[in-house]
């Protein structure tokens, strides 16, 4: 017990000191520049309001981990923010983290008192907003792709109605619903500001990360470069995608048992051996304070992992 003090310790001092210095090291550009105002009223209209004090060294640590992210090639809090359709800015976000963080922490300090618990309970906390933002891009990513093959097909049928491409996807935009009646309103937005309808629609996908979508603003690309009729190419795509889809939903059906039971596998012994802590820690306490103890829940726990992931190895298919 006394090595695992030490090292909860250590963990939070650790983090102590790390969001100190972001605090200390403001983000170049993290202030928004403002318009210069001249009179006497110009110091107190020129000075940034109270959000954005506050926002400025969890800005800093937006930037820290968005050049991570980038260098590593994945998305940036901003865009994860931008297709869970969460009107947040990064560095509300993490700051929303470091109050679940402190809560989780505090709540475990109360429970357990000062011990490894409160680390383990205030790093969970600090993932639970992330998995939720998580949650969402998945939950808006799916109900996209459920609309495509629609939208596709309404667009195929404005442009054989005699309508062009800008004028198709207006329409088609203010005849969906969400959330790609947004997407499609950002475009057409884009593409009457000047910008090109191959780089407004490769935008598009850009901020939803749809492959089905992707495989459609690829063939509109093609079309334009090279001509053809593209309406037929659009009913073409339709089918395809909604036979995907189809494909998509009838194997989810035939593994849904087999996810279920390897969920069910996985969280039986967690929330078990979480409900015996809390309820009876003298019961549970000989796991953590014997060395066969602590060697049998490494066990368990590598044994939990593994299992879990065969079974999502085996139920997932790239269609």
């Known amino acids: 017990m006394g090595t695992a003090l030490v090292l909860s310790t250590l963990a939070l001092v650790g983090i102590l000191i790390a969001f100190t210095a972001a605090s200390l090291t403001p983000a170049r550009g993290a202030l928004p520049e403002r318009m210069t105002i001249e009179g006497p009223i110009a110091g107190r209209l020129n000075q940034p309001t109270m959000r954005e004090r506050i926002n400025v060294p969890f800005q800093a640590l937006v930037d820290v981990s968005n050049r991570q992210r980038r260098l590593n090639g994945g998305l940036t809090l901003t865009e994860k923010l931008i297709r ?14 470091i109050a679940f963080l402190v809560g989780g922490a505090l709540v475990a300090l109360l429970r357990f008192g000062f011990g490894w618990q409160f680390v383990v309970a205030g790093v969970l906390a600090f993932l639970i907003p992330m998995r939720y933002v998580n949650y969402r891009q998945r939950k808006r990513l799916a109900a996209l792709n459920g609309q495509l093959p629609d939208t596709v097909g309404l667009l195929s049928n404005a442009l054989k109605a ?23 309103t950002r475009v057409v937005r884009e593409m009457s500001l000047g910008v090109g309808a191959t780089a ?10 749809s492959q089905d979508l992707d495989l459609v603003v690829i063939a509109i690309s093609i079309q334009m470069a090279v001509g053809g009729n593209l ?3 659009l009913d073409t795509i339709s089918l395809t995608v909604r036979q995907r889809i189809q494909v998509k939903e009838k194997i989810g059906a035939l593994t849904a048992q087999a996810r279920a039971s390897g969920w069910i596998i996985t969280l039986l ?8 802590y809390f309820v009876t820690p003298t ?5 953590f304070e014997s060395a066969l103890g602590i060697a049998l829940l490494i066990v368990a726990a590598i044994a939990i992992l593994v299992g879990n992931l065969l079974v999502r190895r085996i139920v997932n298919f790239r269609v």
């Open 84 to 97: 869970a359709d969460i009107k947040l800015v990064p560095s509300e976000l993490v700051m929303i983290q």
């Open 162 to 184: 005699g309508l062009s491409l800008p004028q198709a996807l207006d329409t088609v935009a203010r005849n969906s619903s969400r959330p790609i009646s947004e997407e499609l």
């Open 200 to 209: 407004a629609l490769s935008n598009m996908v850009r901020r939803v990360g």
């Open 231 to 233: 309406a037929r190419l």
């Open 269 to 276: 012994p967690l929330v078990v051996a979480t409900f015996l």
């Open 283 to 287: 019961y549970f306490r000989p796991m």
